[in-house]
């Protein structure tokens, strides 16, 4: 997707071990944010950033942290990783709260 | 809780058929709706937005109503194609937050 990238792509790691995703975007969007899809969930909001430094929590916010220390990076660290949290992390960009996202390729996280 | 919800969980059409996906939400304050398709391993995309003042939006073959006093919103495909088989999500934006869905998906029978 132009102008906003998702890495890795693909993770597998073991119940307990810290995680981080990152987001990178080249559109200098003020908004970012971190979803999770899951079957039967559709799109739940974890986290967003409304600039750099400032962040809030979404609906399903527990066991996930994240931080923006720049406008093109935000950044989302599972501290202990559950199986739980085995999921389709997608983050997405906006310049503005009142205009539609832009979304990323996802992240595919396996937690054995 | 506020959600926003669709009627149909899979809709299977002909291929040259129009496609109509519904979608109902709760919160009469929403200004702003939005509808993304999904492809298979992809990120959802943007399809058309519809804001509170307008009850209809046309863009290449799809168009979006909004019936705000039965909180009722649907995408129109015209001459559904293959290629438009995806999920499709509803969005309501609320303050400086997305709540989405959870997705109909189009099947289109060649």
């Known amino acids: 997707d132009a102008g906003i990238t998702q890495s890795p792509r693909h993770k597998v790691t073991e119940t307990g071990t810290p995680v981080t995703l990152r987001c990178h975007q080249t559109?200098?969007?003020?908004?970012m944010y971190w979803y999770r899809q899951d079957p039967g969930h559709g799109l739940r909001l974890i986290h967003y950033?409304?600039?750099?430094?400032?962040?809030d929590k979404g609906e399903v916010s527990d066991g996930y942290s994240v931080s923006r220390s720049k406008t093109e990076d935000f950044l989302l660290t599972l501290e202990s990783a559950t199986s739980s949290q085995t999921s389709v992390y997608f983050c997405?960009?906006?310049?503005?709260?009142?205009?539609?996202?832009?979304f990323g390729s996802g992240t595919r996280l396996t937690v054995v | 809780g506020e959600s926003v919800g669709l009627h149909l969980p899979t809709l299977s059409v002909q291929e040259g058929d129009n496609s109509i996906i519904n979608c109902a939400y709760s919160?009469?304050?929403?200004?702003?709706f939005i509808w993304y398709k999904q492809e298979s391993g992809k990120g959802p995309q943007f399809i058309i937005d519809?804001?509170?003042?307008?009850d209809k939006r046309q863009g290449q073959r799809v168009t979006v109503l909004l019936n705000k006093t039965v909180k009722h919103l649907s995408l129109q495909i015209a001459a559904t194609q293959p290629g438009d088989s995806a999920v499709y999500f509803c969005?309501?934006?609320?303050?400086?937050?997305?709540?989405f869905g959870a997705g109909t998906i189009l099947r289109v029978k060649s």
């Open positions: 997405a960009i906006s310049e503005s709260e009142t205009y539609g996202y832009t």
């Open positions: 559109e200098n969007h003020r908004y």
């Open positions: 950033s409304y600039g750099v430094k400032d962040t």
């Open positions: 919160n009469s304050a929403s200004d702003y």
């Open positions: 519809i804001r509170s003042n307008m």
């Open positions: 969005a309501e934006n609320k303050g400086n937050k997305l709540v």
